[in-house]
């Protein structure tokens, strides 16, 4: 198991690890995102499986102990499997979630203490600065957020768009098609008129780059791609139910 790194934007790192027997045939990657700041916060953490790979992947960034925040989407064994190694061997560090997935889940999982932020609420890493969205069920889970990194216009956007294969590290191509494809195949969404009007919301925020967890990222025209997202969920809840 290899992690590779890529900085597929100013101080944020792409950690990939492809793994070929998931989604046979043309395999999956799991993709973690480091923020480089005076307060460096990691955007998933992993399988358990697979914290050694990652960790040493860090290690050749920056020492793992100058770790502050931790954060994920949603409560599932790739976005925090190995949330308690990280905590671990990071002692200064800090999960960091929406207080619904706290209340739920984190207070009781997580061996140190979470911070819960309520929907918009923004945390200074110094040099950069985080959003936290609440999006109940997009990707999917009650407790799913997202973040959005604002000074580099950066959507860590979980599971959102996320394709089978292992493509670039980032791409100007079609993440949309192979996006759709995969959620014709897996249903991992739950579609309604709140998933469209939250993929709305996010593609008002014009970011410029995708951080997306399984895949390649997308670096283009990143509202346009969401909103098209939206449409095509849209067209396929409705010929489902036809």
């Given at each position: 198991m290899q992690t590779r790194i890529t900085e597929i934007c100013d101080g944020v790192y792409r950690l990939s690890t492809f793994v070929p027997d998931?989604?046979?045939?043309?395999?999956?990657?799991?993709?973690?995102?480091?923020?480089m700041a005076e307060e460096?916060?990691?955007?998933?953490?992993?399988?358990?499986?697979?914290?050694?790979?990652i960790s040493g992947a860090i290690g050749t960034l920056m020492p793992i102990d100058r770790l502050?925040?931790?954060?994920?989407?949603?409560?599932?064994a790739d976005e925090c499997g190995a949330m308690n190694a990280w905590l671990d061997a990071a002692p200064h560090a800090r999960i960091v979630h929406g207080a619904l997935g706290c209340e739920v889940s984190l207070n009781d999982l997580a061996a140190r203490p979470p911070r819960a932020l309520s929907d918009d609420e923004v945390i200074d890493l110094g040099g950069k600065r985080v959003r936290f969205l609440s999006t109940p069920h997009?990707?999917?889970?009650?407790?799913?957020?997202?973040?959005?990194?604002?000074?580099?216009?950066?959507?860590l956007c979980s599971d959102l768009l996320g394709q089978v294969g292992d493509g670039p590290a980032v791409t100007k191509g079609d993440v949309v098609g192979p996006a759709l494809a995969a959620e014709l195949e897996f249903r991992s969404m739950s579609v309604t008129q709140d998933t469209i009007a939250t993929l709305r919301r996010l593609a008002a925020l014009a970011p410029r780059t995708l951080?997306?967890?399984?895949?390649?990222?997308f670096?283009?025209?990143?509202?346009?791609?969401?909103?098209?997202?939206?449409?095509?969920l849209g067209q396929q809840r409705l010929a489902r139910a036809a």
């Open positions: 998931v989604a046979p045939p043309a395999g999956f990657s799991f993709n973690q995102f480091l923020l460096p916060l990691l955007f998933h953490c992993g399988h358990r499986s697979m914290f050694e790979s502050r925040w931790i954060s994920f989407s949603h409560l599932e997009v990707p999917h889970g009650w407790d799913a957020g997202l973040m959005f990194e604002e000074s580099g216009a950066t959507l951080a997306i967890m399984h895949g390649s990222s670096a283009g025209d990143c509202a346009g791609a969401l909103s098209a997202f939206a449409d095509g």
